[in-house]
């Protein structure tokens, strides 16, 4: 919690009335998802979160559910959520879907029009603005492939958020941490160059 009288990032500016899909993607960095929903919501957000299945291995969704207020979704092929076309009613519903973290493999998914979980299939039926925050081991971030992959996205209008530099959970060092909740936060709040 901040100081009095100190402001974060998150609250110079307002994401408000923005409808904040957050996806979250299978890595370490998923542990993060929770401080960025309240960034998010601190910022006058509202925010759906998504889930691929391989997120649920690092994160609940019970934990993303208490503090996006919001039921948490993780699969495509949900009965409840399916018989009214629930992908498509999300995708809809968005006006800013944010992958954070987003793997390699769903960088990959996002480059060449694969859709075969929740999050890789609001991502192809969606209309709004799409941003990433990248979060790998420094190898696969340079690796030739994902870096292509970045600039197809980069060239088709999606804002890329990072990755950082750093300590990583491997023990290794360099590019491919997840950058913190606010300066997510502060990224998205910036005008588009």
Known sequence: ?????????????SLAPRRVLLCVCGGIAAYKAVELV???RDAGAEV???????????????SLQAVSGRSVRSA?????????????????WAELV???????????????????DLVST????????????????????????TQANVALLRARGVQVIGP??????????????????????TALQEPAA
């Open 1 to 13: 919690m901040a100081a009095a009288g100190a402001t974060s990032p998150s609250s110079t500016a």
């Open 38 to 40: 309240r960034r998010l």
């Open 98 to 116: 944010l992958i954070a973290p987003a793997t390699a493999n769903t960088l990959a998914k996002l480059a060449h029009g694969l859709a075969d």
């Open 122 to 145: 609001l991502c192809l039926a969606t209309t709004a603005p799409l941003a990433v925050a990248p979060a790998m081991n420094h190898r696969m971030w340079l690796h030739p492939a």
């Open 76 to 92: 495509l092929w949900d009965e409840a959520a399916e018989a009214a076309m629930g992908h498509i009613e999300l995708a809809r």
């Open 164 to 185: 950082d530099d750093g300590a990583q959970a491997c023990g290794e060092f360099g590019p491919g941490r997840l950058r913190e909740p606010d300066a997510i936060v």
């Open 48 to 62: 759906q979160v998504a889930m691929t299945a391989n997120a649920l291995q690092f994160i609940g969704a019970p």
